[in-house]
C-alpha cells in the first residue's frame, strides 16, 4: 500500500502564503497522475489542483492565480505552493492520485484566519 504523507499547514493571515508537501512511498509520483484536495469543514471533499506525469498542471478555478501545484519525481514529492491565502481556503488538504486510491492520508490543516 503506498503510504502518502502531507505537510507544511499551519495557521496563517489573509494574503499569506504556504508551501504543502506531500510524499509517497515508492516510485508512486513517478507513475500516476496526482492531485491535491481539500476538504472544509461541513462540506465534501474538493479536487483543488493536478499534474499529470507528463507535468501538465490543472486547477479549479477558485485557486487559479493563486496555488501552484508540482512535482519532484526523482524527491518522491508533490508541491502546493498557495499564495494570497484566503480565509475560504481554510480545510485539511491532502495528497492523493488522480483519480484518487481507496484511502487516505491524515492530510495538513491550513487555517486562514486574521
Known amino acids: 500500500q503506498v503510504q502518502l504523507m502531507e505537510s507544511g499547514g499551519g495557521l496563517v493571515q489573509p494574503g499569506g502564503s504556504l508551501r504543502l508537501s506531500c510524499t509517497a512511498s515508492?516510485?508512486?509520483?513517478?507513475?500516476?497522475?496526482v492531485g491535491w484536495y481539500r476538504q472544509a469543514p461541513g462540506k465534501q471533499r474538493e479536487l483543488v489542483a493536478t499534474?499529470?506525469?507528463?507535468?501538465?498542471?490543472d486547477a479549479t478555478d477558485s485557486v487559479k492565480g493563486r496555488f501552484t501545484i508540482s512535482r519532484d519525481n526523482a524527491k518522491n514529492t508533490v508541491y502546493l505552493q498557495m499564495n494570497s491565502l484566503k480565509p475560504e481556503d481554510t480545510a485539511v488538504y491532502y495528497c492523493n492520485g488522480h483519480p484518487p486510491l481507496g484511502y487516505w492520508g491524515q492530510g495538513t490543516q491550513v487555517t486562514v484566519s486574521s
Open positions: 499534474t499529470a506525469n507528463n507535468f501538465k498542471t
Open positions: 515508492g516510485r508512486f509520483f513517478s507513475q500516476y497522475a
